[in-house]
Every structure is written in structure tokens, then in C-alpha cells.
């Protein structure tokens, strides 16, 4: 059977996902994940390697996982994989997907209660089954509990990359059509939005061309079902259980429909508003006097050739897409020309990334590497401290000898000829009562501190503030992580004061980052004003544990522009060496 790169990925990162329930040895379960990966990221088909027999020849698959997809690919079977699936029913399967549930206690509750799916955990944790298990408890329950609920309250909401992943292959049908003459996404994916409901799609074509439009567009392989077509709008859904709406314009018309359905709902109001003070009135349509009833008249259109036309007919400057919220973004337009926005280009270096001496997938060398192929210029290495010892985290004396391995590195790079710095870090846990993991003659030789909470999430708001707020101000945290612990449409964020430890950051000159991962986001860009104000330095972090998990930056730098982050405030906009400089007199400055 022929095979694509995406079917052998999806069955290698199922194995990893049963093997976790199966209570396989960790490393053997990671290596069929980090083999989907490679795979996926791959541009030459796997077939061609499958009837090469050359499958070993790429790195990260081994003899056995070589077996495995030659198996698939001629039998459509994987023996480890029905082993699997005939141990662990699927209902327990979407367990995985639980915030706080790992899955250990996912096979504990499941051998010793006898259940499999979501509603009967519900019930199994309000009527105390699961409390009355070793090691859960009643708190466990609660947690459990609340987490399936938050999950569920948001299930048809898609993360940022969910959403992107569910618009590609769309937008790469549409854009092979000759009959579409522009193609766009709008919506929340556009405003770049951290969670997304439906996908919207625009595209200007002839009125004629419509219906040929709409019939690839339904008749998409990604497609599940139908939810409707029109004569100017047709709605699917995919095969990841996302919704995709296709709207169809006239060319003329497209400008005023993009930046109506771009929204935001506020934005357009705003917009409206402004219109009317001049006489005009806007829709999605386009562009129209008002008569002498202040009604529009749609005999009287005002040309436009582009949204910047549009903004221009307001008296306004073009509003980038990510500010289109109705957060002063009008008044400011009014006056500025533009705004300065970090831009993906101007990321320099990667400050948040894992390697295998804790939890990440790949070894140090690796993941420089992977960098330096991606065009940046240095890495720090942060992986987790002592206390998180579920995540592998390091002791002292791994400490010590993982600084070794860097100044190896480092040395052999300059050798090498490459200019490419590998900085010493670490992800310190903040404790229970604000004091960070390890000592501070010790945390002194790192080159970089990242403070991160990772227990005891729930604590309350004026606690977890507290806690925070100590670590911001110990003069050898350099910067905060995922400073809510938020998982989005899995884990609210923990309640905790962001205007006071923005501020108080922004006095120690302790950056809080962006965490890129598309689960986190995380600082929220709603406080974005907030940080402006007070100055607040940040870091666009991948939190890379994968050298896949690099490329997550782009979702953090999205992040960055709508929360209003210039370069000049975004730490790994530096070089190297400008970066050390700025490390170094943030530390002096702290001690002071």
C-alpha cells in the first residue's frame, strides 16, 4: 500500500501514546515520538525510502521502528500497535489529554475501578472512588475532576497551530485554482488569536467561478462532513473535528470583506463609528456615502483598491491584524503612522530549550545544530533543576558536569569556525514559598536563570503572587516562565496579580517571557498594554524540547505583536554578545 509521511507519523506517535499507558520503559516510548517527528518534518516521501529498504538511513529510526513502518506499508499493520490497542480501550486513551492526570494514575484508575470512559471518571471522582485510591486523595479527584471540565467547557475551540494545521490544506487547494484571484485567512487565526473557533477563509473570485470554488472546497479529502453551501459561503468539517468556513467576493468587494471578517467584532464597531463621523458608512460590502437620512446609499460607493485604503478613507493608518482588538489601537492609528512590532526575522537566538540531560528529546549538540541550520546564532540550554525530578531534573553535580559539556561544545564550535554561542541555563523551579531550586552559589554560575512554576499551580491569588513576586526579585532570576502555568483549553491559569508582577519586574529589570509553546502562549498578550507601560522586557521561548520545538517561536513572536512588544524589548532580539552584556549588568544592578 503506498503510504504518506503524515500516516506513518500519526500510527508512530499512537505507539507513544499506549506505550505511556502501558507503562513501557520511557526512553523506548520516546523514540517512536521523536521518529514521527523526523518523519513529519521530512520533504522527501517515506515511501521512497520504504522501497529502498534505506529506512535506518534516517536519522533517529532504527532497525526495529524500520520494521514497523515496512510492516504498515505492506500489510497496513504494525504488530506492537494491535498489541496495544487490544491492552488499553480507546475511551482510556483520550485520558492522556487530562491536565494533571499522567499515566500512571491513568492505568491505576482504570485497573482498579474497572472504568474506560470520561463521564464514568467524572463520576468516579465526585463520588470518591478516586479519592479513595493510594497516592490520589481527595485533592487528586478535585483536580482531575475540574480539568476534564475545563477541557470540555472549550472542545470546540482549536489551539493557534490547530487552526493553522486545519486551514493549510484548504489554503493550498484554493491557491492552485486559476479562478482565485486573492486568498486570505480572516478571523481570530488572522488577529492571531491564541484559541480559535471556526476557520474562516476569503477568497475573491468572478461570481461565476463560485460554485466550482465551493465544490473542491466540500470535496476535500480532509473533508468529514458538510455543514452547508451557499451561493457566497460553504462550511465543512475536517477530519480533526475543526469547523472551516469558505467565503466567496467579488474582487472588488475583497478589501472591505477581509477587514470585516478579519473583525474583531469591537474593531469593526469602532471603525463604524468613525465611518459615520464622516459621512460614510462601512460594511462588508465596501464603502458608501451616507444619504440625507443618514442611511447608506449604496449608489454612492467610495472607491478603495486595499484595506490601507480603507483605513486611509478613516483618516487612520493601516492597523496590523494582531491589534485589531479595540485596545486604544483606533486613537493610536489616528496619530502614528505605525506601531514598532517584534518581527520573526529579528529573533536572533533561542533562550528556552531541553535537552536530554533533563526531559527534551535531543542532546545538546543537537539541538545547537538545529539552531544554527535555522539561522540563529545561540542557544541556551535550560533544563530543569533538582526539584522537578518528574521531568529529569538536574542535581549539582549534573549541573557541573552539563557546564562541561557546554564549554566542550562551545570551544569545539570556535574550532569549527562557526559563530555560534551555547549559553549555560536552567529552568528553576520557584517553590512553595517563592525561594528558587538549588542554592545561590550555585545558580550564580549560570548565564542565564529562568524561574518557572510547576507545582502547587492552584495556590491562592494573593500566595501565588507572593510567590512569583519573590523569585522576580532574587537578583540572580533573570527571567520569569510561563508566568500563569496556563495549558490553553486544558488548564486555566493560576490566579495570580500580572498587573503588580509586571510591574515589579519591570523595577528589577527581570524579563517575563513569552512562551511560545502554542499550548502556553503564555504571557497572556492582554496585558500587553500593561507591560508597555511599565517597559516590561520579555523573551520570545520556544521551550523547546524537541529540535521540532524550536519553530514554535513564530507562534510566540504572533504573540509578541499583539501584545505590543517592540524589538527593543524583546531580549533575543540581541546578538550574543550584546545579550551576555545586558545578563551581566541586569545581575550587577539586582545585587545593588
Request: net charge negative; glycine share 8%; proline share 3%.
Amino acid at each position: 500500500m503506498s503510504v504518506t509521511n503524515r500516516e506513518i507519523a500519526d500510527r508512530l506517535r499512537e505507539i507513544h501514546r499506549l506505550m505511556q499507558l502501558a507503562g513501557v520503559n520511557r526512553f523506548k516510548a520516546i523514540a517512536f515520538d521523536r521518529a514521527a517527528q523526523t518523519i513529519e518534518a521530512m520533504d522527501e516521501p517515506i515511501a521512497e525510502y520504504i522501497a529502498a529498504g534505506t529506512l535506518t538511513d534516517i536519522k533517529g529510526i532504527g532497525s526495529s521502528i524500520a520494521d514497523d513502518i515496512t510492516s504498515y506499508a505492506e500489510t497496513g499493520r504494525i504488530g506492537v500497535l494491535e498489541e496495544l490497542r487490544e491492552q488499553i480501550p480507546a475511551g482510556v486513551i483520550k485520558w492522556l489529554d487530562i491536565s494533571g492526570l499522567g499515566p500512571k494514575n491513568i492505568a491505576r484508575i482504570h485497573d482498579e475501578l474497572g472504568i474506560t470512559e470520561m463521564d464514568e471518571l467524572k463520576e468516579a471522582c465526585r463520588d470518591g472512588r478516586v479519592a479513595s485510591l493510594d497516592g490520589l486523595g481527595e485533592k487528586s479527584a478535585a483536580k482531575i475532576l475540574k480539568s476534564i471540565e475545563w477541557m470540555q467547557q472549550y472542545d470546540e475551540r482549536c489551539r493557534l497551530d490547530q487552526a493553522e494545521e486545519a486551514a493549510r490544506p484548504f489554503l493550498e487547494l484554493l491557491r492552485g485554482m486559476e479562478e482565485v484571484q486573492r486568498l486570505e485567512v480572516a478571523g481570530s487565526l488572522r488577529r492571531s488569536c491564541e484559541t480559535i473557533g471556526d476557520v474562516d477563509l476569503l477568497a475573491a473570485a468572478d461570481p461565476e467561478a463560485a460554485e466550482k470554488l465551493f465544490g473542491a472546497f466540500t470535496g476535500h479529502e480532509r473533508v468529514v462532513e458538510v455543514l452547508g453551501r451557499g451561493d457566497t459561503k460553504s462550511s465543512v468539517r475536517t477530519a480533526g473535528g475543526r469547523q472551516v468556513d469558505l467565503r466567496v467576493v467579488a474582487p472588488n468587494a475583497f478589501p472591505a470583506a477581509l477587514l470585516y471578517f478579519t473583525g474583531s467584532k469591537n474593531h469593526n464597531v469602532a471603525l463604524r463609528g468613525r465611518a459615520r463621523e464622516r459621512g460614510l458608512s462601512l460594511n462588508e460590502y465596501g464603502l458608501f456615502q451616507l444619504d440625507g437620512e443618514g442611511e447608506t446609499d449604496f449608489e454612492r460607493p467610495v472607491d478603495f483598491s486595499s484595506e490601507e485604503d480603507l483605513y486611509r478613507r478613516l483618516d487612520l493608518h493601516f492597523v496590523p491584524p494582531e491589534l485589531r482588538e479595540d485596545r486604544g489601537e483606533v486613537d493610536w492609528y489616528a496619530e502614528h503612522g505605525s506601531m514598532p512590532l517584534v518581527e520573526e526575522e529579528q529573533i536572533r537566538g533561542v533562550l528556552h530549550a531541553h535537552s536530554t540531560w533533563s526531559d527534551g528529546k535531543y542532546s545538546i549538540r543537537e539541538m545547537a545544530e538545529a539552531c544554527m541550520e535555522r539561522g540563529y546564532g545561540y542557544l541556551a540550554i535550560t533544563d530543569h533543576s533538582r526539584s522537578a525530578a518528574y521531568a529529569g531534573g538536574l542535581s549539582a553535580e549534573e549541573v557541573r558536569r552539563q557546564w562541561e559539556e557546554i564549554d566542550e561544545l562551545n570551544r569545539d564550535l570556535e574550532e569549527e569556525g562557526k559563530d555560534f554561542r551555547i549559553f549555560k541555563g536552567i529552568e528553576s523551579d520557584i517553590l512553595g514559598d517563592g525561594a528558587l531550586d538549588y542554592p545561590d552559589e550555585l545558580l550564580e554560575g549560570f548565564e542565564l536563570v529562568i524561574a518557572s512554576v510547576h507545582s502547587a499551580l492552584d495556590q491562592p491569588r494573593e500566595k501565588m503572587t507572593g510567590r512569583l513576586l519573590r523569585a522576580v526579585e532574587h537578583p540572580l532570576c533573570d527571567l520569569i516562565g510561563h508566568p500563569t502555568g496556563r495549558l490553553l483549553l486544558r488548564r486555566e491559569a493560576s490566579d495570580v496579580d500580572l498587573d503588580k508582577l509586571i510591574d515589579r519586574a519591570a523595577e528589577c529589570c527581570t524579563a517575563i517571557e513569552i512562551n511560545a509553546n502554542p499550548r502556553r502562549l503564555d504571557l497572556d498578550w492582554r496585558f500587553g498594554n500593561r507591560a508597555l507601560k511599565a517597559g516590561l522586557m520579555t523573551s520570545v521561548n520556544p521551550d523547546a524540547h524537541s529540535v521540532e520545538g524550536i519553530d514554535h517561536i513564530r507562534y510566540g513572536v504572533r504573540i509578541a505583536r499583539k501584545g505590543r512588544f517592540g524589538p527593543e524589548r524583546v531580549l533575543n532580539t540581541k546578538g550574543a554578545e550584546e545579550l551576555a552584556v545586558w545578563l551581566s549588568e541586569r545581575r550587577a544592578k539586582a545585587s545593588d
